[in-house]
């Protein structure tokens, strides 16, 4: 995003600030799962 070609480009700007959005919260949801799933199998483990 902050080549010279896409800083001159507002559209591209835009389109690519939209998708990093999207990507962060894509990002959030996965770690969140991730803890949940975590702390399940923590407490749902058998010790071999």
Known sequence: ?????????????VELSKQRGVIDK???TLESDWMVLSEQYETEKVDF
């Open 1 to 13: 995003m902050s080549t010279p070609a896409v800083l001159q480009d507002s559209d591209k700007m």
């Open 26 to 28: 894509s990002i959030e």
